[in-house]
Every structure is written in C-alpha cells, then in structure tokens.
C-alpha cells in the first residue's frame, strides 16, 4: 500500500529478517533512537547510495592540462554580471595574487 | 588544505567572475588545495546549478555550467562516506556536504550559508567560512 511521508511516497513491503540480524537491527536502531523501519530504511538507501558513489569514482574522468585549462578558460570569461551580495572580493583583493 | 565546496559557492561563480567563489573555484582547478566531493555532491551540484532560475541569472549556458561542473568531478578527491552523524543540520542538502567534510577530513568548508554549516562544522572540527574569508585565508599563507 502507498501512502505519503512529506513529499515521498513510500511504499511496504513483507521483509524477512534473519533472526539474529532482526535482534541486532532492533539494538542498533534502539541505540540510535529511531524505530526498526527507520533503520532498515536508512540502511538502504545508504547502501544504494555507497553502490551509485562506487560507479561515479570509477568512471570519472582523468583531468588534462587541456580540459583544465578550458574549464578555467570559461570560468574566467569576462562578463557584465557582478558578484552576488556578500560574495565581495576581500579588500585589496590583487587579482595577481589569486 | 583539504576543502568542501558548498553548492552556495558554485552558484555565486557561475553568477559572476568578479566575485570571490569565481576565484575560489578557478584554484580549485589549479588544484591549490585538496577538493574533496562524493557522488551527492556532484549530482547536488548539477541538480541545483542547472536549475532554470540558476541557469538564467548566471554567465553560462546550461552545457558550460556541465563542462564546470564536468571538470570539478575530474580534479576532486572522491570521498568514500563511511559514517553519517544524525541529525546534524536542518537540511539534507547541508546534510551531504558535511559528511564529505567529515569522512574526508575537511579543513575547511566554503560556504555561503555559515547558519546552518557552521555550527554542526564545528563540532567535528572543521571550520566554515565564505569565499571572500577563505582567499583572505590563502593570502596570509593558509596551504
């Protein structure tokens, strides 16, 4: 059944725990101060997160002097926009010095 | 120095290169100090900055905002987030960029948004600053 936690729907599903990691969940989460749906729930998501950071790490690119150098290129591209408020240079801010 | 960008200090350089976050994030590319970003931060980063009100307001067309944000990814130092404090802070977004800070043994965290950053930073050691603090930082010989 789907029903609405903030803006996510969730949905339950029948999970089956071994007994011995049913006990130690319960510890843990009762440690932590959040109930046993709330920790498997969480541990999910950080183990799905841990899988899509893994694939990220793998497949990054090398940087290159080129790519670097093309990256800083844009960046530095002058514009008539100014800084957003309190993104001021510090005062005396040498543009050399950075 | 290892350093956490906030997603506050991308969209501030993406706005202008007159500012201190344009500054703080070409020596990110220079690789004058230690980046550090996992996979949440990289899709925040692409999530928030390509955004239509952050895409119209800043420099960049939406595939230069990639290429930037392309290039961040390739020069940064992967952190693996072995352990997430909770509760931390009111966001989940501050949320993904402290336990980087954390996992990764930040120094220091720039951040436009010290309310919320600051306070939870500080706890585990790390100091939170803007921009403009941070270059006066480097200038006095922070490395």
Not at chain 1, 35 to 62: Q, Y
Not at chain 1, 69 to 86: F, H, I, K, N, T
Not at chain 2, 94 to 114: F, P
């Amino acid at each position: 059944m789907e029903r609405q936690q903030g803006n996510i729907a969730v949905e339950a599903i029948p999970l089956y725990l071994g007994q011995g990691v049913r006990e130690k969940a319960e510890q843990v989460s009762a440690q932590e101060g959040v109930s046993l749906v709330e920790f498997v729930s969480a541990a999910v998501t950080e183990k799905l997160d841990r899988l899509e950071h893994f694939n990220w790490a793998r497949n990054r690119k090398t940087p290159t002097p080129e790519s670097i150098a093309a990256a800083l290129q844009l960046l530095r591209r002058p514009s008539s926009y100014p800084p957003d408020p309190e993104d001021e240079l510090p005062e005396g801010w040498n543009p050399r010095s950075s | 120095m290892r350093i956490v960008l906030d997603t506050t200090v991308l969209i501030s350089a993406l706005r202008s290169e007159k500012g201190a976050a344009a500054v703080v994030l070409g020596m990110a590319l220079e690789r004058r100090f230690v980046l550090l970003m996992d996979y949440r931060i990289a899709c925040e980063y692409r999530d928030v900055a390509l955004r239509e009100q952050h895409v119209e307001r800043s420099r960049f067309s939406f595939e230069e905002i990639l290429q930037i944000i392309a290039e961040l990814e390739r020069i940064a130092e992967e952190v693996d987030i072995e352990v997430r404090h909770r509760p931390l802070s009111f966001d989940p977004g501050d949320d993904l960029i402290l336990d980087a800070a954390i996992n990764g043994l930040c120094d220091v965290i720039v951040t436009s948004n010290l309310r919320h950053i600051a306070g939870p930073a500080e706890l585990f050691g790390i100091e939170a600053m803007n921009a403009g603090a941070f270059l006066t930082r480097m200038r006095t010989g922070g490395s």
